[in-house]
């Protein structure tokens, strides 16, 4: 007869399996076990498909970052006083003839969130960067020297390999600007940063196999899994060469996500108890709006702007909006602008400060006509003074 079988004998991802022969009143209990959990590789391209092109949790907190962060203009500074028409701002303005410049910042922080790394190539035409390029993190590997500095980086596209030198932008010759490396805090690296997705690979890992798993039993009727029971009805147990035949047919026909509920023809003595728990006993959606949460608490993104349930840590969306600015959003943009300042003032040969323009920012509109507010209200300041508190 055909029962409903669904039994996870052996590893299902490449874990050792884990089972039970036992013989109990004459009769065989194969009892199914778990396999060894299996995680997913931290590299820029194992996080960026089980990451932001498979999961849409990590997908949309991917982009809200870089796009939000990238929407921000700025501005050139030297000595406080703004420069109009700067060459610098122009540059990041229109880094490159096929990017824009919200286009080019969006790609450069989403490596940063991808890879914990960002690499930016000037090309200089006579004496001036005239061209801004973003290389891929995954295609770029540092060279280190005797003292163990970087001294070099190796780019390969393909077959195509060169090295390009690290050191002082205006110390270059023509044609090559240096190359400039953004990077997050890795505690135990020296050389690479490391990638806010990376620690929440268990969060990521756990929402995607939930996200296969109930794909899988949807797919196969939703039949749980339990054990196989051997009970003859004149005694003994199964013989050696069975026992295997039964084990290599569970683990070709009936094991994996991909064969979930699939129905088990049995033999002679052979008998299904339904030992699984429904999605709803093993509560796989509190299970996935955890790890969900998980995952945007890595990238610091209230999980309220992403829609997930659970999080009432702020009071309404708009304070939770000006939170994401206030600590995730401007800070990766201020440290950014500061290392753009320092790579551009050796290119240019001369000192410039980009800020990053806060007016510009919609998500801080309510704080700066508070601030306006303030200011104009306030009679024991000067006009000079005024303008100084609001950036001017």
């Known amino acids: 007869m055909k029962l409903p079988f669904r039994l996870p004998w052996g590893s299902t991802a490449g874990g050792k399996a884990v089972s039970e022969a036992k013989a109990v009143g004459g009769g065989l209990s194969l009892v199914a076990g778990e396999g060894e959990a299996r995680w997913s590789g931290r590299s820029y391209a194992s996080l960026s498909r ?9 997908h949309r907190t991917v982009r809200l970052v870089a796009e939000a962060a990238a929407a921000i203009p700025w501005l050139a500074y030297r000595d406080g006083r703004e420069l109009e028409d700067h060459p610098a701002a122009a540059l990041v303005g229109r880094p490159n003839a096929r990017m824009g410049g919200a286009d080019f910042f969006e790609a450069l922080y989403g490596h940063l969130l991808l890879a914990g790394n960002a690499y930016v190539e000037a090309l200089v035409v ?21 003292d163990g500095w970087p001294e070099a980086y190796d780019y390969r596209a393909g077959t195509a390999r060169r090295r390009i030198p690290a050191g002082d932008p205006s110390s270059t010759t023509t044609g ?29 890992d756990l929402h995607n196999a939930a996200a296969r798993w109930n794909k899988a039993l949807l797919d196969n009727s939703a039949r749980p899994s339990g054990a196989l029971v051997y009970q003859p009805k004149e005694g003994g147990n199964l013989s050696a060469d069975q026992y295997q035949r039964l084990k290599v047919e569970l683990d070709e026909g009936y094991s994996g996500p991909i064969r979930a509920g699939r129905p088990l023809l049995l033999e002679g003595g052979l008998d299904w108890k339904s030992m699984g728990l429904s999605p709803k006993d093993m509560d796989f959606v509190e299970a996935r709006n955890g790890a969900a949460r998980d995952i945007a608490l890595a990238f610091g993104v209230p999980p309220m702007l992403l829609g997930i349930p659970g999080d009432n840590t702020y009071a309404n969306y708009q304070e939770a909006n000006r939170a994401f600015y206030r600590l995730t959003v401007l800070p990766l943009v201020a440290r950014t602008a500061a290392s753009f300042s320092g790579f551009l003032s050796g290119l240019f040969g001369e000192a410039v400060d980009l800020v990053p323009d806060l007016d510009q920012v919609a998500g801080l509109s309510a704080e700066r006509d508070a601030l306006w507010a303030r200011l104009g209200a306030a009679d024991f300041l000067t006009e000079e003074e005024k303008r100084r508190a609001v950036g001017y």
């Open 50 to 58: 089980e990451g932001f092109m498979k999961n849409p949790v990590a």
């Open 126 to 146: 006579g004496q001036r960067p005239a061209e801004l390029h973003l290389l891929r993190p995954d295609r770029v590997a540092v060279v280190a020297g005797a």
């Open 176 to 204: 090559g600007g240096g190359l400039l490396h953004l990077k997050l805090f890795h505690p135990l690296d020296d050389h690479l940063g490391f990638p806010p997705l990376a620690a929440a690979q268990v969060a990521l």
